[in-house]
């Protein structure tokens, strides 16, 4: 489903999230503090694309989960963001930019696990190549404040 809106900047801190992303799922992602989360409530849940750094440090593609984790029936709300990039090390407590820039889909629960990673893997391969038509976001003000 197509949204149509404009650009949402959000900057957070990196907590320690639920370990399922690495451990479970096989792709890592990056939680955003309670205070960016209530500052994205206005926010659809689901999943989007953009652009993420980490401590002002390059600018990468990223795709995130916005809501609930309805396949985990989690009670409360997160926001995760998976970089397109394999860092050699976790950065909790470290600060991180992201830039909305797109929506692919509505939050949803799975019949079963291989289910929700197929589908994680799915929008990472459709963010990154919508991603390719927002190159110029690379250099937004986000990233150099």
Not at 11 to 31: D, Y
Not at 68 to 97: A, M, T
Not at 100 to 106: A, M, P, T
Not at 111 to 139: M, P, Q, V
Request: hydrophobic share 35%; glycine share 8%; aromatic share 12%.
């Amino acid at each position: 489903m197509a949204r149509i809106f404009s650009p949402v900047r959000l900057t957070g801190i990196v907590t320690h999230g639920f370990g399922r992303g690495s451990k479970e799922l096989g792709v890592p992602t990056a939680n955003m503090d309670k205070k960016a989360v209530e500052m994205a409530k206005s926010l659809s849940t689901g999943v989007y694309y953009g652009f993420a750094s980490v401590s002002h440090g390059p600018v990468y593609k990223a795709v995130t989960s916005v809501g609930w984790n309805p396949h985990y029936g989690n009670n409360e709300k997160s926001i995760e963001v998976h970089i397109l990039h394999e860092f050699e090390q976790d950065f909790y407590g470290e600060e991180l930019r992201f830039i909305f820039l797109g929506y692919i889909r509505d939050e949803c629960k799975f019949e079963s696990l291989e289910a929700l990673i197929e589908r994680i893997n799915a929008d990472i391969k459709e963010g990154s190549e919508k991603l390719d038509e927002f190159s110029d976001y690379r250099t937004d003000e986000l990233f150099s404040r």
